[in-house]
């Protein structure tokens, strides 16, 4: 019985390579890119279901992956280089998990069909912070409450809401750390793809501590800080998605700089550009799809943007000279930046596909750090076009242009505030470099910061009451730590106190 279920089997792989038109044999094309599977996520469960396969050489678009299970073809959901998620289908048997890319087959292990198995097909929110609702949605779930077990990634269980066999709604429960969550209904027991716990307050920032430049992450409070990166490579400049579930980064490996993401946990790493120039200095679109960065690969700084997943890389400016400092406009239809192409470095602005550059201030000082208001009528910038750093606010289009600091010392670093009434900046006017802030026409600036060292890399919370910044504590030996104040100057923190070590550029999870 067993010898001839077992060649039962190997007709129907037979047949279904057949019917592909592929081997599982060498087809004369390069082994080294070839599709491995690793794992499937879960190995059981309903048709309906959706499965996460995990490995590597995948196609990264859904229609560059054929999905099999037990020899019936799937639909796939979702795609990257390491990771697969497809519906299991209506019809299919138990069997093998196969996944197909340019002629390459790779076949993974068994997935069990058992209609009577509770299923997941969705979590959502697939992120949320400890005491959010979430809703749980699949199939063979039961209608009273108390006969679903929730558990947690950390074998926290929690409380169920709401219930139908349908959809379940659940609180996440304090202590729950990001993994799957496993439903567990008369015995059997189903399990999602992860689920990120979010931490509310948090930040990430750039420490040496572990020996070379890692991306941090830490309580405001100074608690439970983390080290998500840990690589030999050197990772900076750390950039939340706008939903706070990702973070890009730049980390330079051979001398090599290119665009990274990872969850906010430090999981899933991607290298999303893999050039053979240096990319740097990304930023997400306001809508999270897209990340805009500036490269050299085509000889000299031009803006690029690509999906967020490193899909279509386009060279916006392409032009013969630098371009950098790219920076979205609050609803994504345009990108302000910086460009070197008339001789004198100019802001400039084009529309999100590169169409229509423009040149808005076509002075004869160099300006740098473009930065839209929150509203999208105004740009922020610091020009020294006087013969002194100064910050200068215009209207979008470049008109009425002001300097708005106009003071002896060096005024540079504009950031404003999440509802577009003031701005931070750096000032050295008391004789140190100090983070102040001014309402958004230059009027009553004020000094908030003050201490003994220099200050740098100011950042509002997303809720404009709090402010992060960057001292040297020790007045010059760049030994950076960082600290949080209350946007009146009031109340300073210091959030991480590493002896020797230099923390800096912090960013609040949005």
């Given at each position: 019985?067993?010898?001839?279920?077992?060649?039962?089997?190997?007709?129907l792989?037979?047949?279904?390579?057949?019917?592909?038109?592929?081997?599982a044999?060498?087809?004369?094309?390069?082994?080294?890119?070839?599709?491995?599977?690793?794992?499937?996520?879960?190995?059981?469960?309903?048709?309906?279901?959706?499965?996460?396969i995990?490995?590597?050489?995948?196609?990264?678009?859904?229609?560059?992956?054929?999905?099999?299970?037990?020899?019936?073809?799937?639909?796939?959901?979702?795609?990257?280089?390491?990771?697969?998620?497809?519906?299991?289908?209506?019809?299919?048997?138990?069997?093998?998990?196969?996944?197909?890319?340019?002629?390459?087959?790779?076949?993974?292990?068994?997935?069990t069909?058992?209609?009577?198995?509770p299923?997941?097909?969705?979590?959502?929110?697939?992120?949320?912070?400890v005491?959010?609702?979430?809703?749980?949605?699949?199939?063979?779930?039961?209608?009273?409450?108390?006969?679903?077990?929730?558990t947690?990634?950390?074998g926290i269980?929690?409380?169920?809401?709401?219930?139908?066999?349908?959809?379940?709604?659940?609180?996440?429960?304090?202590?729950?750390?990001?993994?799957?969550?496993?439903?567990?209904?008369d015995?059997?027991?189903?399990?999602?793809?992860?689920?990120?716990?979010?931490?509310?307050?948090?930040?990430?920032?750039?420490?040496?501590?572990?020996?070379?430049?890692?991306?941090?992450?830490?309580?405001?409070?100074?608690?439970?800080?983390?080290?998500?990166?840990?690589?030999?490579?050197?990772?900076?400049?750390?950039?939340?998605?706008?939903?706070?579930?990702?973070?890009?980064?730049?980390?330079?490996?051979g001398?090599?700089?290119?665009v990274?993401?990872?969850?906010?946990?430090?999981?899933?790493?991607?290298?999303?550009?893999?050039?053979?120039?240096?990319?740097?200095?990304?930023?997400?679109?306001?809508?999270?799809?897209?990340?805009v960065?500036?490269?050299?690969?085509?000889?000299?700084?031009?803006?690029?943007?690509?999906?967020?997943?490193?899909?279509?890389?386009?060279?916006l400016?392409?032009?013969?000279?630098?371009?950098?400092?790219?920076?979205?406009?609050?609803?994504?239809?345009?990108?302000?930046?910086?460009?070197?192409?008339?001789?004198?470095?100019?802001?400039?602005?084009?529309?999100?596909?590169?169409?229509n550059?423009?040149?808005?201030?076509?002075?004869?000082?160099?300006?740098?750090?473009?930065?839209?208001?929150p509203?999208?009528?105004?740009?922020?910038?610091?020009?020294?076009?006087?013969?002194?750093?100064?910050?200068?606010?215009?209207?979008?289009?470049?008109?009425?242009?002001?300097?708005?600091?106009?003071?002896?010392g060096?005024?540079?670093?504009?950031f404003?505030?999440?509802?577009?009434?003031?701005?931070?900046?750096?000032?050295?006017?008391?004789?140190?470099d100090?983070?102040?802030?001014?309402?958004?026409?230059?009027?009553?600036?004020?000094?908030?910061?003050?201490?003994?060292g220099?200050?740098?890399?100011?950042?509002?919370?997303?809720?404009?009451?709090?402010?992060?910044?960057?001292?040297?504590p020790?007045?010059?030996?760049?030994?950076?730590?960082?600290?949080?104040?209350?946007?009146?100057?009031s109340?300073?923190?210091?959030?991480?106190?590493?002896?020797?070590?230099?923390?800096?550029?912090?960013?609040?999870?949005?």
């Open positions: 019985m067993f010898k001839a279920l077992s060649f039962r089997f190997y007709l792989s037979v047949l279904t390579l057949s019917l592909l038109g592929l081997h044999c060498d087809n004369g094309t390069d082994s080294s890119s070839a599709p491995v599977i690793n794992s499937i996520n879960p190995t059981s469960g309903p048709t309906g279901i959706t499965v996460t995990s490995g590597t050489g995948f196609g990264t678009t859904n229609a560059e992956n054929r999905v099999t299970f037990g020899g019936t073809l799937a639909e796939v959901t979702s795609a990257s280089e390491t990771a697969i998620e497809a519906t299991v289908p209506e019809g299919a048997a138990s069997g093998a998990v196969t996944v197909v890319r340019d002629g390459q087959i790779a076949i993974g292990p068994n997935f069909v058992d209609e009577m198995m299923g997941i097909t969705a979590v959502e929110p697939d992120s949320a912070m005491g959010a609702a979430i809703t749980i949605t699949g199939m063979n779930f039961s209608p009273d409450p108390n006969q679903n077990v929730i947690f990634n950390g269980i929690a409380d169920v809401l709401q219930a139908s066999p349908a959809e379940l709604t659940v609180e996440v429960p304090d202590g729950a750390r990001s993994g799957p969550i496993l439903v567990e209904v015995g059997k027991v189903a399990q999602s793809a992860r689920f990120t716990v979010l931490a509310a307050e948090r930040i990430a920032y750039i420490s040496d501590k572990a020996g070379n430049n890692d991306i941090w992450t830490i309580g405001i409070d100074g608690s439970n800080p983390v080290n998500i990166t840990n690589d030999p490579g050197n990772d900076v400049a750390p950039k939340w998605s706008p939903d706070g579930t990702r973070i890009t980064f730049v980390r330079t490996r001398g090599n700089d290119e990274w993401v990872m969850d906010a946990d430090g999981f899933n790493y991607r290298n999303l550009t893999n050039a053979a120039g240096d990319d740097e200095f990304p930023h997400w679109s306001p809508d999270g799809s897209q990340i960065f500036i490269s050299d690969r085509d000889g000299n700084q031009d803006i690029w943007v690509m999906d967020a997943d490193g899909a279509n890389a386009t060279n400016t392409n032009a013969p000279n630098d371009d950098d400092f790219p920076s979205w406009s609050p609803d994504g239809s345009q990108i302000v930046f910086r460009s070197f192409r008339t001789g004198d470095r100019e802001i400039w602005v084009m529309d999100a596909d590169g169409s550059p423009t040149n808005l201030t076509n002075s004869d000082g160099d300006e740098v750090l473009p930065i839209y208001s509203d999208g009528t105004k740009i922020a910038f610091f020009s020294n076009r006087t013969g002194n750093r100064e910050v200068w606010v215009m209207n979008a289009d470049g008109s009425n242009q002001v300097n708005i600091t106009n003071h002896p060096l005024d540079k670093d504009p404003w505030s999440p509802d577009g009434s003031q701005i931070l900046f750096i000032s050295d006017r008391d004789g140190n100090d983070i102040w802030v001014m309402n958004a026409d230059g009027s009553n600036p004020i000094n908030l910061s003050n201490t003994p220099p200050d740098t890399f100011q950042k509002w919370s997303p809720d404009g009451s709090q402010i992060v910044f960057s001292t040297d020790t007045g010059g030996n760049e030994i950076w730590e960082i600290w949080v104040m209350n946007a009146d100057g109340d300073k923190r210091r959030v991480t106190n590493f002896p020797n070590v230099r923390s800096f550029d912090a960013q609040w999870r949005p």
